[in-house]
């Protein structure tokens, strides 16, 4: 009895300290679940057909930007990639209707969804594949709440290769957890783009060369906005070809709550910082954050947070090139053979890159060059959330940022450098 009284105050409590940094998102279901965000992405349209929730997605070929200077011929829905998020409440009836506008066959896939198995869109085995040009309509009730994905199951390694993938959230009907302040979905994927090429190779099987958040590489990927305490939760999806991506949260600790074969026990749950997503899965976590900052959130395979890079190449770390590069300056004035010392810095030194391709790291941060692209974001931690339009850089309070040591510091404190090995 005592324990629910405590509980009760505690909730309101939260409930208070939310209504103070309340979010911007709109309530879109039972319990004041707040609409979904999808960083450079949308929400899938939907209207109300006599109590069915009607969407259309369009499979199709169209021009995408991974990156600034990186413009690829992606495959996708509605002329995005990922396509848009499927975002409905437990017990909606849906009807989707599928235009083909490929030059292929195609199906959509609800994947980790429990439905009719005519409605499960594989094609060959639950239906006939769609043939270009044709509609074909699902139907549907989302029996359970959770956090699914769509993709074809027809022609799979070439139409996922190239960027058809797409998430979808059911919202509980009685929510189950903590309410939260922001929700955001992000779909993992990777991608093979040969320098210069417009068309990603879907025969690739691990040299991956961009790899990216709702199809898009760092720098470009949105930044996640959210303020000090409130509760946020994010949902990632994987549809990469090959790669499960150990992604880590710098400045929160998180716990994973659901899964897309549903939530997880609040027994079960471990406070982590790194939450692997594995290939055709879904990994929830959510957080609280208590520190203002701006935050990387990152793949920690260290290949994936570099931008179009090629990996045929000698050891360069430690060798002596000065006996070559004066040979070479003999027909190159200026030639200086890069990376003896290590690849920090590597774009700084601007050297051009060809004709549609990125640098292999390139973001430009407030103390420099972040030697990190690909799949990694930031989390902006902010008091004033709502003043904050993303684009700005945390602004340090004087003291709290790592600088060079005084003489006097460091005599102070008895470390005396030269003498150390
Ligand atoms: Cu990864």
């Known amino acids: 009895m005592q324990l629910t009284v405590a509980a009760g105050a505690l909730g309101a409590a939260r409930e208070a300290l939310a209504k103070a940094v309340a979010s911007s998102q709109p309530v879109v279901a039972p ?3 707040r609409a979904v965000v999808t960083p450079n992405g949308s929400t899938l349209p939907l209207k109300d ?3 069915v929730k009607v969407g259309h997605l369009v499979a199709g070929e ?3 930007e991974l990156a600034p200077g990186l413009r690829i011929k992606a495959w996708g829905y509605n002329g995005s990639t990922p396509g848009p998020t499927l975002e409905v409440t437990q017990g909606d009836r849906v009807r989707l209707y599928v235009t083909n506008r490929l030059r292929e066959v195609t199906s959509v896939h609800w994947h980790g969804v429990i439905l009719p198995n005519g409605m499960d869109g594989v094609a060959g085995l639950t239906q006939p594949p769609i043939p270009p040009g044709e509609t074909y309509a699902y139907e549907f009730t989302f029996k359970d709440a959770g956090t699914f994905m769509y993709h074809p199951h027809a022609d799979e390694m070439t139409q996922m290769a190239l960027g058809m993938n797409g998430m979808i959230v059911v919202h509980p009907r009685v929510p189950t957890g903590l309410r939260v302040d922001r929700d955001f979905v992000l779909m993992a994927h990777e991608w093979t783009v040969a320098t210069g090429a417009a068309r990603p190779n ?8 961009v790899l990216t958040f709702n199809s898009k590489a760092y720098p470009a990927t949105a930044p996640l906005v959210m303020g000090v305490g409130e509760r946020v939760r994010v949902r990632i999806g994987n549809l990469s070809p090959m790669d499960h991506h150990p992604i880590h949260l710098h400045g929160v600790r998180a716990q994973l709550t659901w899964t897309d074969g549903g939530e997880v026990p609040a027994s079960a749950r471990l406070w982590e910082t790194t939450f692997l997503v594995p290939v055709g899965a879904v990994r929830v976590f959510e957080f609280v954050p208590t520190e203002p900052g701006d935050w990387p959130m990152h793949c920690h395979m ?5 931008n179009q890079m090629g990996h045929g190449f000698p050891v360069m770390v430690g060798a002596d090139a000065s006996a070559i590069d004066a040979r070479v300056r003999a027909l190159i004035p200026g030639y200086m053979t890069m990376g003896h010392d290590g690849m920090a810095g590597m774009d700084e030194m601007g050297m051009p890159v060809p004709t549609n ?3 292999m790291k390139a973001g430009q941060g407030p103390f420099g060059l972040i030697d990190m692209g690909g799949m990694f974001t930031i989390l902006k931690v902010r008091d004033r959330p709502e ?8 602004q340090h309070p004087p003291g709290t940022v790592a600088a060079q040591a005084t003489p006097a510091q460091l005599a102070a404190d008895g470390i005396d450098p030269s003498r150390q090995r």
């Open 387 to 394: 003043a904050e339009d993303g684009t700005g850089w945390y």
């Open 357 to 359: 391709s990125i640098p």
């Open 302 to 306: 260290t290949h994936h947070v570099m």
């Open 202 to 209: 879907p025969l690739a099987m691990n040299d991956f060369n």
């Open 62 to 64: 169209f021009e995408h």
């Open 31 to 33: 319990g004041g679940q």
């Open 49 to 51: 057909v006599r109590g």
